[in-house]
């Protein structure tokens, strides 16, 4: 398992330049949140991850009665961390997106649109929020001498 790759992944290369070519700009495999999201919009607060199917388990209950045990214990494993990433980014405040990685191989342009309308809602919801926040003053008190 040595051989396998955690990250710049060909899927995520090839989002990655989809992503240029809009013009997007995020942060990969950002080590400050749990699961190190593959891309993440900090303004947006969007994080995006791009799982392949076999180690995430795409349809996992259809095919794990064909798999050793070390195999289904490692998808298990791999899914209960899945869900208690994406459960701690949401207390946070982010909005996580799943791109599946036969998704992306066969409707790039249908990714790319999902992590799109994301980040057209965030980008909403910034707009709505009052100007004292954009701004950067969080409600703090000032002490006047």
């Known amino acids: 398992m040595q051989a396998v790759k955690g990250k710049n992944t060909s899927l995520e ?19 400050l949140l749990p699961g190190k999201p593959d ?22 209950p259809r095919w794990k009665h064909k798999l050793s045990d070390y195999w289904r214990a490692k998808i298990e494993r791999n899914r209960a961390r899945d869900r208690r990433n994406f459960q701690r980014l949401r207390r946070q405040g982010w909005t996580v997106l799943r791109l ?24 909403s919801r910034l707009d709505d929020e009052p100007a004292r926040v954009k701004s950067g003053c969080r409600g703090r008190m000032e002490s006047r001498s």
């Open 100 to 123: 599946w990685g036969h998704d992306v191989e066969n409707d790039l342009e249908g990714s790319v649109e999902r992590v799109r309308v994301l980040l057209e809602a965030a980008r």
């Open 39 to 60: 891309f993440v919009f900090t303004k947006a607060r969007v994080v995006v991850f791009v799982d392949g199917d076999f180690w995430h388990g795409w349809r996992y």
């Open 13 to 31: 290369r090839t989002l990655s330049s989809a992503f240029h070519r809009l013009g997007w700009r995020y942060r990969r495999n950002y080590a």
